[in-house]
């Protein structure tokens, strides 16, 4: 039975993964969810398990010691699974700072309170025994790795050359979990995937963005060419990667998470558009940001070959499935669009 800890549980992937493991994938005593709630956070995402008693919703800040040493003497937990984050690019180009401090001292204070209450021996510096069954997960990205030309594909080996503030704050993080399992040998693992899409992402990031503003007939910003090549990965089949690196992932590895399917963003853009009836006229090329990666492409072989996992979603079966959902839910995209996402968007779009 376990006791997880997940952070960033009210975001896009995180609340999707809450749903994927109450629902039986592991043996769950207690699932406590520590999530800030900042503008990509939305507790709406999570109404359907709230009632569910092994659940525990906390509001708060990984960067809080204090909490997450309460948070970890109360429940005891022996798995962490680290989404929170600030997770979005064009935020990191205006405003860098939140995400050195969210994701670097947000990943250190997590894995430093881990650290204690796992080791067996808390106060003997050269110890490296610590609690069996227990594992600490940091959810990467792709990004870290940089921007590949036409061809090649990241491996686990490819050294991390980050080009955005975001990257780099991932990267950071990504070095500190690496650090705590050579230095203390704290049993970690590092996932690293490709671009998600599927139900509850903000409508800043390309896909949620594009079918909301096709339903709206508002033109579709398209940053320079479109021609910006990303691997596509449905969340479900992100979250099934997860469990099988908590469950058989070797400690101190890093596991790349793809699904094989790569496409310009310009294709993506198309293809909504045919998908929802409306006409390429709303397609509008915008100026592209800074140090904009021209080509991400993941080699999962790794993780495929060692651990068995491989994605149960086709990316056309995942896109219709994540265009039905937006289709069905859209006073929810009401909701979440309304506000303070109308300012955010004129300063990134706007003319
Ligand atoms: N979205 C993708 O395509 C993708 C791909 C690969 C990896 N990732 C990684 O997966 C993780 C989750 O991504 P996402 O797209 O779900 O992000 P998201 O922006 O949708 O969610 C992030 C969540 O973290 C919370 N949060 C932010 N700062 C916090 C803090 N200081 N303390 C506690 N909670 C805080 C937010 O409230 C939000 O609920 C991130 O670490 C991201 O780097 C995302």
Known sequence: ????LVTGGAGFIGSNFIHYILKGYFNIELLVNLDLVTYAGNLENLSSVEGDSRYIFVKGDVRDRKLVQKLFSEYEFDTVVHFAAESHVDRSVVEPEIFLTTNIIGTQTLLDVAKSYWKIEPDNKYSREFKSGVKYLQVSTDEVYGALGTTGMFTELTPLSPNSPYS???AGADMIVRAYHETYGLPVNITRCSNN???YQFPEKLIPLMIHNCLENRPLPVYGDGMQVRDWLYVEDHCSA???VLERGTA???YNIGGNNEKANIQIVRLLLHSLGKGEELITYVKDRPGHDRRYAIDNSKITSQLGWKPA??????????IRWYLDHQKWME???SGAYQSYYQRMYGK
């Open 168 to 170: 780099a704050s991932k």
């Open 242 to 244: 997860i469990c099988a």
């Open 197 to 199: 899409y599927g139900p």
């Open 252 to 254: 101190g590895e890093v």
């Open 335 to 337: 909701r979440v669009t």
């Open 1 to 4: 039975m376990k006791r997880i």
């Open 313 to 322: 979603y086709s990316f056309e079966q995942g896109m219709e499935q994540t």
